[in-house]
């Protein structure tokens, strides 16, 4: 009995991790990578980045 009831426990941890969306605990992959990062966007126009010299491509702010 006590086996079953230890894998009652690990399922009701892996449960809440999953639900907490948090990668399981010695996982090489952090949960960070899975966050899909925003892309760069200008601050002034709100366009994609484009670098030119320094200066945004669309609106011409210093970056
Ligand atoms: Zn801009």
Known sequence: M???VERLVAL???LTRVEEGK???GDGRS???LV????H????CG???RKQAGRCRW???PL
């Open 59 to 61: 609106c011409g702010r």
């Open 36 to 39: 899909p990062r925003p892309p």
């Open 47 to 49: 366009l994609p980045l």
């Open 31 to 33: 949960s960070a990578k």
């Open 2 to 4: 006590g086996e079953l």
């Open 23 to 25: 990668a399981p605990p």
């Open 41 to 44: 966007r200008c601050i002034g």
């Open 12 to 14: 009701e941890e892996r």
